[in-house]
């Protein structure tokens, strides 16, 4: 029994005509009525009964043709579907989320895409910190990750933004009357600060630019994640250098100022893994293009 044989089947039981059916099927009728025979033949059953004057189904045939149809509809449908995937308009993509400037990207994103593939599930994996992320990529755990550079050299990756470190302090802190702190001017201050075996970039280059004018931090509390770094700072634990969109935070007790002296930018990138051919990850890049435009 052949997907073509249940089409010429269904196409004569609802026309209940061979020239019609042949007609609506782009055929020529004697191949039409060979393919029924030889379903009848499969089946063991008529499911036609054929005068000079009309065709009409059999109580075999109408019972047949109902089971007909669900095969032909799931036949189709699994059709569209593998045609859907093929094009990128169907399946999965695993999307890792780092740190509190991903929500600032990710409205945008997420929309349009969602508005352009409907059909493919975006599942969002919030992750803490970018040695994570990085890790996940390479062993195929998600499939893109929106994360702070640097990007090793196995991975493709795309900068979507040059944001600055700030300064947070406890707002009754010397330096918080001021509109900018310089850098060295916290050589002496308690740090609070992400832990280092938890492989947060952002650290990494907040600890470089310190030690670019001079000093180390004085790690004296450490959290793992940005929400409880501010809290600390909150409580007067010591200060911190975090990227500008922490500020959306909104602690109270707590003020950001920007820093002067180094090079205190954190690039946020979007990286997948080189040479992924799925199509879903190419229309989810294609969106990442025309949404999130790469710095000037």
């Known amino acids: 029994m052949e997907l073509r044989h249940l089409r010429a089947f269904a196409a ?4 209940l005509h061979f020239g019609r059916a042949a007609a609506r099927l782009h055929m020529a009728q004697p191949p039409l009525s060979q393919q029924i025979k030889t379903l009848e033949r499969d089946l063991g059953v008529l ?5 000079t004057r009309q065709v009409r189904l059999t109580n075999a045939g109408a019972v047949f043709l109902e089971h007909a149809r669900r095969v032909l509809a799931e036949a189709d449908r699994a059709r569209e579907s593998v045609l859907l995937t093929e094009q990128g308009e169907r399946g999965e993509i695993r999307v890792g989320l780092t740190g509190v400037t991903t929500w600032r990207l990710l409205p945008r994103l997420t929309r349009a895409y969602r508005e352009r593939y409907p059909l493919v599930r975006l ?3 919030p992750t803490v910190f970018t040695g994570a992320q ?5 062993d195929g755990g998600i499939d893109v990750g929106i994360l702070r550079a640097p990007v090793p050299p196995l991975l493709a990756s795309r900068t979507l933004l040059d944001e600055e470190l700030v300064a947070v302090l406890p707002d009754d802190h010397p330096l918080a009357t001021r509109p900018s702190v310089p850098l060295g ?3 002496g201050e308690n740090f609070v600060s992400y832990p280092p075996r938890q492989g947060s970039s952002l650290r990494d280059r907040a600890f470089s630019a310190c030690s670019a004018v001079g000093f180390w931090p004085r790690v004296v509390q450490e959290a793992a994640d940005t929400y409880t770094v501010v809290a600390l700072v909150g409580a007067a634990v010591g200060v911190a250098l975090l990227p500008a969109s922490a500020e959306r935070l909104q602690f109270e007790g707590v003020v950001f100022r920007p820093v002067t002296g180094a090079d205190v930018r954190v690039p946020v990138a979007l990286a997948w893994r080189e040479g992924d051919p799925s ?3 190419a229309g989810f890049l294609a969106i990442a293009e025309e949404v999130l435009p790469s710095p000037r």
């Open 185 to 187: 001017e916290l050589a």
């Open 123 to 125: 599942e969002l994996n």
């Open 279 to 281: 199509p879903v990850l």
């Open 47 to 51: 499911l036609l009964e054929r005068t």
């Open 12 to 15: 004569v039981a609802e026309e």
């Open 134 to 138: 990085l890790n996940a990529l390479l």
